[in-house]
């Protein structure tokens, strides 16, 4: 049988908020206002979770695989596999300097479809892009790639994500 | 396309396993050993993460629904439709004494088939259990139905959730 997938798609979108959410409440509990060090603080933990997801989900999806090629074709594996198992569509475009620099634009992010896309959103982006950082940093680390991965938001809801893999 | 799957439970596992970790954890901070006011904390705090989730995604699924004929309708349609879009299968079981108390056992819970059958695990459930009570009671709430839902775990990973509905 087969789901149609709405809403399953709504029990990660609704469970991400709800992280969210939580994570940047208790950090501001008691506090009038949070400043950067606070933000910066709820950023790192919700990448922490999205890392150790992203390890767990890349280990059952890379199961059954052949090795990779090359690093270009991990990439290619996250747009494209991994990045439909987590949210059931395809990177739509992969751009890479061949120096180990990617950038991955989604032109549709699930995780910000849900906010408006008025301006005072567009500051608020950044909140839902931790996570997800975090997955892509957590799934490439399990195949054997260290990196740093950012995110940002120009035009909601789409979404470019950098990753620059870390030479040893 | 129709996807395999199991992925995508493996990304809700993943997350909520996150999420009761780090509720645990935050209780925990500084303090050496957790207390039943701790524990009763994070119960509650996960139980009100479930319940706004479950009201989300039981609006989604009801959508296209045609009104309920009853209260026995609606349970089944939460131990069919809702607990096959969160857990991938159907509840095994339900019971009721027609006077508001439904009992809804699953012979393999989803969240519960990860933890180890050991004994000190089965200790252990009650915290896996508190997010998905109040997914049930937020999404009864939603059709209009107050309740209290409770689970306990026998035999590792058989779950009973026991939901009584509460009358004006």
Redesign the interface.
Known sequence: M??S????E???E???M??VS??YK?QQSGKGEMDNKDRAVCVS?LEG?GF??GQ??IE??TRDSPSFKDELDIMKFICKDFW???F?RQIDNLRTNHQGTYVLQDNKFALLTQLSSGKQYLEQAPKYLAFSCGMVRGALSNIGLDSVVTAEVSVMPSCKFQVVVQKL
């Open positions: 087969c789901s997938g709405m809403a399953d709504a029990l990660f609704f469970l991400h709800e992280i939580h994570v208790e933990v979770m150790r997801v767990g989900l059952r999806l439909t198992k987590v059931r």
